[in-house]
């Protein structure tokens, strides 16, 4: 309790502090609080406005904590734009406080209820790796785009051109998932993962998922869940489980040893990029670019 009242009266002291002056920057600064919404947020915005991710490429925003210079990076921001849905668990009072004095754009918040995944049904049950059915992100982003206009009369014209060029990128991309998992289905095999981060590509893309560990990273599998998975790759023929590259891989590798000791031998594939882009430049370091990097590796562990 003492930590979540400092960390509130810290919250306020920067507001406090925070510069009433002009704002004197060549261009507004937005920052997204993901490096996959920074990039999708680029993409929209082009030259108009400096994006900047909250969390550089590699970390966890499940186990994410803001520090000072976050936190200045925040309120300092002409725009914070963030994904929601608890995806950034640990910051939401810190979201709820920035509230009063920001502007803020909860890019998920105007989803259908219907398009949502649950694990329970508690508000943090919400399944938030929206990102992995194409067409939902490309959902989410049109609302966004919508917002950033609302925000910024001006930009509407680029704002549009822009969106509408990266669209056909989207689309082109979610017809290319549609192949390359159709070509996984009809061999029978499924994804097995280090934790439940494919739940909406699984519904998208009609191939089926396993997760070792539940929604978020901070859960740990226990016995049962590893002795029901071992069955599952037994049964189905299963050919590689896959690591993540924010997930340690000590989980998948008792899950490998406990299928070679049933006379199945796995590959221990990836990692996958979930929660976070490569670093800049790399063939994961965009959206697009993580995706195609994951169908990839996927298809090519899976399928002679």
């Known amino acids: 309790m003492r930590k979540i009242v400092l960390v509130i009266f810290l919250i306020l002291g920067l507001f406090s502090c925070k510069k009433s002056s002009p704002d004197t920057r060549e261009k507004p600064m937005i920052v997204a609080t993901t490096s996959i919404l ?144 159709g070509e996984l289905v009809s061999s029978g095999q499924a994804l097995v993962t280090a934790h439940d981060a494919f739940a909406y590509f699984g519904k998208a893309y009609d191939i089926e998922v396993r997760g070792l560990q539940g929604l978020s990273t901070l859960s740990e599998p226990g016995l049962r869940d590893l002795g029901n998975l071992v069955q599952f790759i037994i049964d189905r023929n299963i050919k590689a489980v896959f690591a993540e590259q924010t997930i340690s891989p000590r989980a998948l590798n008792a899950l490998v040893q406990a299928c070679e000791k049933r006379n199945h031998p796995i590959q221990l594939a990836g990692p996958l990029f979930t929660d976070s882009l490569d670093a800049p430049n790399t063939e994961a370091g965009t959206y697009i670019g993580m995706v195609q990097t994951n169908l990839n590796t996927i298809h090519q562990a899976l399928l002679p």
Do not use: C
């Open 38 to 181: 920074a990039d999708a947020i680029s993409e929209i915005v082009g030259d108009l406005a400096d994006v900047q991710p909250l969390m550089p490429a590699g970390v966890d925003p499940h186990l994410y904590k803001a520090s000072v210079r976050d936190l200045d990076l925040l309120t300092n921001a002409n725009l914070v734009v963030y994904h929601g849905l608890f995806l950034e668990g640990k910051m939401t009072e810190i979201f709820e406080k920035l509230a009063y004095s920001q502007n803020l754009i909860n890019m998920s918040e105007d989803l259908p209820e219907s398009k949502l995944l649950r694990s329970g049904p508690e508000a943090h049950s919400v399944d938030p790796h929206i990102w992995f059915d194409v067409q939902l992100w490309e959902m989410a982003l049109d609302n966004t785009v919508e917002k950033l206009i609302k925000w910024k009369p001006e930009w509407e014209k680029q704002i549009r051109e822009n969106w509408k060029a990266y669209q056909i990128q989207l689309q082109a991309l979610n017809a290319y998932a549609d192949k390359v998992t």
